[in-house]
Structure formats: C-alpha cells, structure tokens
T-cell receptor, first 116, second 116 residues
Framework: DTGVSQDPRHKITKRGQNVTFRCDPI?????LYWYRQTLGQGPEFLTY????????KSRLLSDRFSAERPKGSFSTLEIQRTEQGDSAMYLC??????????????FGSGTRLTVV | AQKVTQAQTEISVVEKEDVTLDCVYE???????LFWYKQPPSGELVFLIR??????QNEISGRYSWNFQKSTSSFNFTITASQVVDSAVYFC?????????????FGKGTKLSVIP
C-alpha cells in the first residue's frame, strides 16, 4: 500500500446522471478528506471523516452530494443528478491523526469528472 | 474565515535560475499550520513542507527553502537553481490547529514553468 488510490481516474457522464467515485486511503490512516478542484483554482474542502464518522461538511456539499466511509476504510462520493458545474477534479486525501495533531495529508491522483 | 493568497498566477524562469513563490495568509487564530504542495501535470498533490505557527525558523531542504514571517503573514518558497522537473503548479495551504478543524484552505496556486 503505497498511497491513496482513487477510481476511476476519469469519468464522463451526461447531465442528470448519477456518478460514484471511490477512494482507498493509506490503510493505517484514520482520517479521510474529499476536495474538489476546478480549473485554475486550488482544491476546496468538501468533507472529512474520522474512521467511519463524517465529522465535517462544507457548504459546497449540496444535497446532491453524499459521501460514506463504511467500516472506516474506503470511501465513496456520490453525485446525483449531475450538472455541468460539477465538472471538476475530485481529490481524496488521508492522514493519520491523534487528537488535534495532523501528520501530513497524502493526496490521491484524483478523479476528473466531465459532465456533458 | 481564513484565506490564502498566491498573487503570482504564472511564473516562467530559465533553467538554473532561482525563483521565489509568494504566499500570504489571513487568519485570526494564533495557532495554525502552513503547507506547500506541488501538483505536477499528473494531478497528484505532493506534500513538500508543513510549518507550525510557533516555529518561525526558516527551513532548507536541498534546493528548496522556505521563509516564514509571522509579522507579514507570509510563507514564501524559494527554489534554487531551478530544473525542468520543477515545472508544476505549487499550492500554499493553511490549516487551523483548533479542535475539530482539519480542513486545508488552499491558495489558487502558482504555475511554474522552467524553460530548458
């Protein structure tokens, strides 16, 4: 296990369809994060899990977005009724944290979503 | 709310030149972490450095160096003797160290092109 894996790398979907992305974090990392990055911008925080609990959600995460992390291992991010504005790179990151300490975030290569 | 500003959108240098990437941050918190990440064309964010707000010592790692100045809220990154492999988008990010806050706030990034 050498890093954070994301699947698929690329996804093209028609507007209105649902899509689901998967993230496999580094196995010993208890924290998992989703970010969205649009062209020419820095990543923007979407949501955060500690183990299986979703502890923080951004206002960017509309009701069409849902994320899960069953059993505190891999995570899925689902977008329902996709819109063209959802086109972006979706990045997953994981970290090993104890208490309030954050020991470096490792990012995956992302899933690039294109909504046509 | 916190904010990270990277005023330089794009920089081009000739190989072997030194280059400094600027980062200015805003936060009302007194304790926080600052990060630099590199994003090559492959898309994966590569961790470069994390700095605690209590530690204002400058750091050098090979050709990379970082200058942290709390008085000006800046955390600048210098690459000495740049190489073509340094071409990438570089992001500065801020994370508060308060309990329950684990999200990174990124700047918009600076695209560095090193010309052979």
């Amino acid at each position: 296990d050498t890093g954070v894996s994301q699947d698929p790398r690329h996804k093209i979907t028609k507007r209105g369809q649902n899509v689901t992305f998967r993230c496999d974090p580094i196995s010993e990392h208890n924290r998992l994060y989703w970010y969205r990055q649009t062209l020419g911008q820095g990543p923007e925080f979407l949501t955060y899990f500690q183990n299986e609990a979703q502890l923080e959600k951004s206002r960017l995460l509309s009701d069409r977005f849902s994320a899960e992390r069953p059993k505190g291992s891999f995570s899925t991010l689902e977008i329902q009724r996709t819109e063209q504005g959802d086109s972006a790179m979706y990045l997953c990151a994981s970290s090993l944290g104890r208490g309030n300490q954050g020991y470096g975030y490792t990012f995956g290569s992302g899933t690039r979503l294109t909504v046509v | 709310a916190q904010k990270v500003t990277q005023a330089q959108t794009e920089i081009s240098v000739v190989e072997k030149e030194d280059v400094t990437l600027d980062c200015v941050y805003e936060t009302r918190d007194t304790t926080y972490y600052l990060f630099w990440y590199k994003q090559p064309p492959s898309g994966e964010l590569v961790f470069l450095i994390r700095r605690n707000s209590f530690d204002e010592q400058n750091e050098i790692s090979g050709r990379y160096s970082w200058n942290f100045q709390k008085s000006t809220s800046s955390f600048n990154f210098t690459i000495t003797a740049s190489q073509v492999v340094d071409s990438a988008v570089y992001f500065c990010a801020l994370r508060l160290s308060g309990a329950g806050s684990y999200q990174l706030t990124f700047g918009k990034g600076t695209k560095l092109s090193v010309i052979p």
